[in-house]
């Protein structure tokens, strides 16, 4: 005989995970539901059938499954102490709890958690699976190899520098986009190396390349083909960095740097990173978008250039007063003893928006949509800061 109870329950969600319990009844599960930030979910419970047999029972797990729930169970306590720095962004698998995970019930999440809560959060998700999959195809070992072979790396804060102390404005990254969630697609005739080297051609300081192929329509072919094609600005590797195995690979692109994102990287993950990137030469620019998010990166050691994301990924919500505000007071300070670059990223249009953020303390801008829109990418340049920086 098999029984079936489908229950909706409303709860706070709070991304938690305690250690699961050891017995297994109808209270307990609800409980453990409750503290592990699952707003509705419904039950299946399959009932013990008159022969006293039931359907699944904990001690009748296999080694793979077994093997699934651990696997499940250490996702959530990387979320756990991710929550623990403020970070929003979750990093569980879509597929939820393995089948089974609960003894005598079977549980099937239908809510938000196996549904990303925001873009931010899907496109890391996606990413997750995504690098596993390359991860299958190359692994670690032959990337290493790889490295052997890959262009060497060149100076990305040294080209800022330079290009800084050169035109008295801020030294420009501009990025080779094609599209984004918020804007859609930003120029029809895309042709990224022809893009590059006007950028170049403009002014440009060091570049920005974007490889997330299906948020952005970028890839890390364009990536490969700009280096290739002898541009000589320092390039950056825009990509949504969830494993370390991508510092390789974009390296043996032929990136000079990445990006680390400080909404989705916990900090041990950005130290180990940073350690990496230091031992393969690439730079690493580190993303914040809130004074939390500044204070968790400025307490790491070896931190050489941070970028304000004037954008909000969760939202899309744009406001290039966050540059202004998270180099007010004690935080500027710390910046200008360290001597560490600040990069205004996003929301860069005019010449007064390009002054804007130097007075707030910025010495180096990271600008996309508003110069790859023109026809001339370059010429687009001299329109961002009012004059021609290429001389
Ligand atoms: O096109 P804009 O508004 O000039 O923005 C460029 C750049 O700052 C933006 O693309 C960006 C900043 N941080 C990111 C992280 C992921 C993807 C994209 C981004």
Not at 269 to 293: N, P, S, W
Request: net charge neutral; aromatic share 8%.
């Amino acid at each position: 005989m098999e029984g079936l109870a489908s229950l909706k329950v409303p709860f706070q969600a709070t991304p938690f995970l305690s250690s699961r319990p050891k017995t297994w009844d109808l209270p307990t599960q609800l409980n453990f539901y409750k503290r592990n930030s699952f707003s509705t979910f419904s039950v299946r419970a399959q009932v013990e059938s008159t022969d006293g047999s039931s359907a699944v029972s904990s001690s009748g797990e296999t080694v793979t499954e077994t093997l699934k729930i651990k696997e499940w169970e250490v996702g959530m306590l990387q979320n756990e102490v991710a929550s623990s720095q403020g970070i929003r962004i979750r990093r569980r698998p879509p597929s939820g709890p393995p089948l089974h995970y609960v003894g005598p019930f079977e549980f099937r999440l239908q809510n938000e958690g196996n549904t990303p809560r925001n873009i931010l959060e899907e496109i890391v998700w996606n990413k997750d699976k995504e690098v596993s999959h390359l991860k299958e195809r190359k692994p670690l070992i032959s990337l290493k190899k790889a490295l052997e072979n890959a262009p060497p790396a060149r100076n990305f804060i040294g080209a800022l520098r330079a290009a800084n102390e050169r035109t008295g404005l801020p030294g420009l990254i501009a990025e080779v986009k094609k599209a984004s969630p918020s804007r859609g697609i930003l120029r029809e005739n895309f042709d990224p190396v022809e893009i590059a080297q006007s950028y170049e051609k403009g002014g440009a300081a060091c570049l920005s390349v974007l490889t997330d192929e299906k948020y952005f329509k970028g890839s890390f072919e364009n990536l490969e083909a700009i280096r290739k094609a002898g541009v000589k600005c320092p390039l950056l590797c825009k990509e949504f960095i969830v494993d370390a195995w991508q510092l390789y690979y974009a390296r043996t692109k032929g990136a000079d740097a990445v990006l680390l994102i400080a909404a989705v990287l916990p900090d041990l993950d950005i130290k180990y990173m940073i350690k990496i990137c230091k031992l393969l030469g690439l730079t690493a620019l580190v993303e914040v978008h809130d004074e939390r998010e500044f204070d968790r990166v400025l307490a790491i050691e070896g931190i050489e250039l941070i970028g304000i994301n004037n954008r909000n990924l969760e939202t899309f919500e744009l406001d290039i007063s966050i540059t202004k505000k998270l180099l007010e007071g004690e935080r500027g300070k710390i910046i200008r003893e360290r001597d560490i670059i600040m990069v205004g990223e996003s929301g860069l249009f005019t010449p007064e928006d390009i002054a804007y953020v130097q007075e707030a303390g910025v010495r180096a801008v990271l600008v996309g949509e508003s110069i790859v829109k023109q026809s001339d990418p370059g010429k687009g340049i001299s329109s961002l800061f009012g004059k021609d920086i290429s001389i």
